[in-house]
C-alpha cells in the first residue's frame, strides 16, 4: 500500500479543516458591524470560556518540541529526574497564574508592553516588545524546525519543504480569523494530539511487553545516558542543573505572554482560573506522565551503548519517529502524522500570534491608532500576523538545538521582562530604571549566551555553574538588575 499518498491526503484534509475554520470566522465577521477596535482580533471580544482557554494553553503546551520531542528526548536522556527540567517548573507556573490570574485580568492589558506603557509611557512600550518578539519567534521557528523533522520522512520530502508548508497552512488561517482561529483550531488540534500522545505511549510500552513493564519500567533510570554520576533516579540531572532551570524558567513564564492573553480573553475571574485548572490537569498528564513514559520505553528499546546515543536516533530528537516507523502499522501512522501535525501547528499559531501582537499592537498600532480606523488597523494585525509566521519559519531553517533554544528563549523572559514587570506594581519607579534593564538584561544575556557556548565563561564561572550551560541566565539577569539600580541614581 502506498502510505505515502495516505499521509498527503491526511495532511490536505487536515489543512482544509483548519482553513476552514479561518475562512468561517473570516465571513462571519464580514456580516458584523466593523469593530471599533482591534480587541476583536486579538482576544475575542474577552467573551471566552474556562474550559476553552484551558484546552488553547493546554494544546500551545503539548507540541512537538516542547512535550513530543524535547520533552521525551529529557526523560531519555535523564530518567525519571528530567521532570525537574520541564513539567514541574511549569506546574508551578500553572499554579502562579492561577493565584494571580485576578490581578492580571485587573490590569486591562492584553499584553506586558500595554502595562509598563500605562506606567512608564509608550516609548517603553516599544522596548518592551523587542524582546518579547525574539523569544516567540525563537519558540515558533523550534516548533516549526521539530515538526519537519518529525514529519518529513512520512511525507517524502525535505524538513524545509515541509516547514514550508505547516508555515502556509497556519499563515492562511490567522490571517483570516486572527485569535478567535487560534483558539477554535486549538480545540481540535487539542483533541488529535492528546490522542497521539496516549497511542505513542501504548506503542513503546505494548513494544516492551508485559515482562518487561511488570519488571519495572523505572528500571531504565540506569541507562540514562546524560545522569550524572551517582545520582540516577529522581535528581539525576544534578542539583546545580535543577536550580538553574528553575531560575531560567520559573520567573520569565509566569509572565508569559500567551497565557496572559487568554487570561485577558476570559470572560471573567472564574473562568479564566477555570481555564489554569484545565491546562495544569492536561500539562500533568500530557507533559509529565506519558512523555515520561515514552521517554523509558524508549530508554529500554534503543539502549545507549557506553553512553552514547543510537545515531539514528539523533540524540534523541527522532524518538517519534522511530517508534512510528519501527512498532507502529502504517495505517495508525497516518493518524498519527495527523496528530504530530496537529501539535505543531497549535503552538507555531500561538507563537505566531505572540508575535504579531507585539509587533502590531504593541509596535505600529501606537503610530496609527490617530490615523487609521478600525478596518486598516485589522487589516495591519492580519498581515503582520502572516509575516511573523515566516519570519519564525526562516528561523527555523537555522535551527539545530532545542535545548539552547528553550532555555535561550526562556531565560530573556526573566532576565528582560520579569524585572520591568515586577516593577510596573512598585512605587518610586523611573522610566529609566526599566529602560536600563530591559536593554542590559537582553544585550548581556545575548552577548553571555555566546560566550557560554564558546567556552569563554569557564574562568569567572565556578565549576556547579558552567557544568549546566547556562550559566549566562544568571549573568544576564544580574545585567538587567545593574540597571534597574543604576537608573535610580537618575531623576526621570
Given at each position: 500500500m502506498n502510505y505515502t499518498l495516505i499521509y498527503w491526503t491526511a495532511f490536505i484534509i487536515y489543512s482544509v479543516i483548519v482553513i476552514g475554520i479561518g475562512f468561517y470566522i473570516w465571513f462571519k465577521r464580514r456580516n458584523a458591524p466593523p469593530p471599533p477596535d482591534t480587541q476583536q482580533y486579538w482576544a475575542s471580544n474577552k467573551k471566552m470560556s474556562g474550559f476553552l482557554i484551558g484546552l488553547s494553553i493546554s494544546a500551545s503546551m503539548m507540541s512537538i518540541s516542547w512535550s513530543c520531542v524535547y520533552g521525551v528526548q529529557l526523560f531519555y536522556w535523564y530518567g525519571t529526574g528530567a521532570a525537574w527540567l520541564l513539567v514541574i517548573p511549569w506546574l508551578i507556573t500553572m499554579c502562579g497564574f492561577f493565584l494571580f490570574a485576578p490581578l492580571f485580568r485587573k490590569l486591562q492589558a492584553f499584553s506586558q508592553?500595554?502595562?509598563?506603557?500605562?506606567?512608564?509611557?509608550?516609548?517603553?512600550?516599544?522596548?518592551?516588545?523587542?524582546?518579547?518578539?525574539?523569544?516567540?519567534?525563537?519558540?515558533?521557528?523550534?516548533?516549526?524546525?521539530?515538526?519537519?523533522?518529525?514529519?518529513?520522512?512520512?511525507?517524502?520530502?525535505?524538513?524545509?519543504?515541509?516547514?514550508?508548508?505547516?508555515?502556509?497552512?497556519?499563515?492562511?488561517?490567522?490571517?483570516?480569523?486572527?485569535?478567535?482561529?487560534?483558539?477554535?483550531?486549538?480545540?481540535?488540534?487539542?483533541?488529535?494530539?492528546?490522542?497521539?500522545?496516549?497511542?505513542?505511549?501504548?506503542?513503546?510500552?505494548?513494544?516492551?511487553?508485559?515482562?518487561?513493564?511488570?519488571?519495572?519500567?523505572?528500571?531504565?533510570?540506569?541507562?540514562?545516558?546524560?545522569?550524572?554520576?551517582?545520582?540516577?533516579?529522581?535528581?539525576?540531572?544534578?542539583?546545580?542543573?535543577?536550580?538553574?532551570?528553575?531560575?531560567?524558567?520559573?520567573?520569565?513564564?509566569?509572565?508569559?505572554?500567551?497565557?496572559?492573553?487568554?487570561?485577558?480573553?476570559?470572560?471573567?475571574?472564574?473562568?479564566?482560573?477555570?481555564?489554569?485548572?484545565?491546562?495544569?490537569?492536561?500539562?500533568?498528564?500530557?507533559?509529565?506522565?506519558?512523555?515520561?513514559?515514552?521517554?523509558?520505553?524508549?530508554?529500554?528499546?534503543?539502549?545507549?551503548?557506553?553512553?552514547?546515543?543510537?545515531?539514528?536516533?539523533?540524540?534523541?530528537?527522532?524518538?517519534?519517529?522511530?517508534?512510528?516507523?519501527?512498532?507502529?502499522?502504517?495505517?495508525?501512522?497516518?493518524?498519527?502524522?495527523?496528530?504530530?501535525?496537529?501539535?505543531?501547528?497549535?503552538?507555531?499559531?500561538?507563537?505566531?500570534?505572540?508575535?504579531?501582537?507585539?509587533?502590531?499592537?504593541?509596535?505600529?498600532?501606537?503610530?496609527?491608532?490617530?490615523?487609521?480606523?478600525?478596518?486598516?488597523?485589522?487589516?495591519?494585525?492580519?498581515?503582520?500576523?502572516?509575516?511573523?509566521?515566516?519570519?519564525?519559519?526562516?528561523?527555523?531553517?537555522?535551527?539545530?538545538?532545542?535545548?539552547?533554544?528553550?532555555y535561550l528563549s526562556s531565560g530573556v523572559l526573566t532576565t528582560t521582562i520579569f524585572i520591568p514587570v515586577v516593577a510596573s506594581f512598585l512605587p518610586n519607579i523611573n522610566k529609566r530604571q526599566i529602560t536600563f534593564a530591559t536593554i542590559l538584561g537582553f544585550i548581556g544575556t545575548i552577548i553571555f549566551y555566546f560566550l557560554e557556548v564558546k567556552g569563554h565563561l569557564k574562568v569567572i564561572e565556578p565549576d556547579w555553574m558552567s557544568s549546566t550551560g547556562v550559566g549566562y541566565i544568571v549573568l544576564g539577569f544580574l545585567c538587567g538588575l545593574i540597571g534597574f539600580l543604576t537608573g535610580k541614581k537618575h531623576k526621570t
Open positions: 508592553p500595554e502595562l509598563i506603557a500605562k506606567r512608564f509611557g509608550k516609548n517603553l512600550r516599544q522596548l518592551i516588545a523587542i524582546p518579547l518578539i525574539f523569544v516567540f519567534i525563537v519558540w515558533g521557528g523550534a516548533e516549526i524546525y521539530a515538526a519537519g523533522i518529525t514529519i518529513a520522512p512520512f511525507l517524502k520530502i525535505s524538513p524545509e519543504a515541509t516547514m514550508f508548508l505547516i508555515a502556509l497552512v497556519i499563515a492562511i488561517y490567522t490571517y483570516t480569523g486572527g485569535f478567535q482561529a487560534v483558539v477554535s483550531t486549538d480545540r481540535i488540534q487539542f483533541g488529535f494530539v492528546s490522542i497521539f500522545v496516549i497511542v505513542i505511549a501504548y506503542i513503546g510500552l505494548k513494544a516492551l511487553g508485559s515482562d518487561n513493564i511488570t519488571a519495572g519500567l523505572f528500571s531504565a533510570d540506569s541507562l540514562a545516558p546524560k545522569a550524572n554520576s551517582g545520582l540516577h533516579g529522581f535528581f539525576s540531572p544534578g542539583l546545580a542543573l535543577i536550580a538553574m532551570t528553575f531560575f531560567a524558567y520559573l520567573p520569565g513564564w509566569l509572565i508569559e505572554t500567551d497565557v496572559w492573553i487568554r487570561l485577558q480573553a476570559a470572560s471573567d475571574n472564574k473562568e479564566a482560573r477555570k481555564g489554569i485548572l484545565v491546562a495544569g490537569f492536561n500539562s500533568f498528564l500530557f507533559v509529565g506522565i506519558l512523555p515520561m513514559i515514552i521517554g523509558l520505553s524508549a530508554l529500554l528499546l534503543y539502549q545507549p551503548v557506553a553512553g552514547e546515543i543510537p545515531a539514528k536516533l539523533q540524540d534523541g530528537a527522532l524518538i517519534f519517529a522511530n517508534l512510528m516507523q519501527d512498532f507502529s502499522p502504517g495505517w495508525l501512522n497516518v493518524l498519527l502524522g495527523i496528530g504530530l501535525l496537529a501539535a505543531s501547528m497549535s503552538t507555531v499559531d500561538t507563537c505566531g500570534n505572540v508575535v504579531a501582537l507585539s509587533l502590531s499592537y504593541d509596535v505600529l498600532e501606537p503610530h496609527f491608532s490617530e490615523k487609521w480606523n478600525s478596518k486598516k488597523l485589522n487589516t495591519l494585525a492580519q498581515w503582520v500576523s502572516v509575516g511573523a509566521v515566516f519570519i519564525a519559519f526562516f528561523y527555523a531553517l537555522f535551527t539545530n538545538s532545542l535545548w539552547d533554544i528553550f
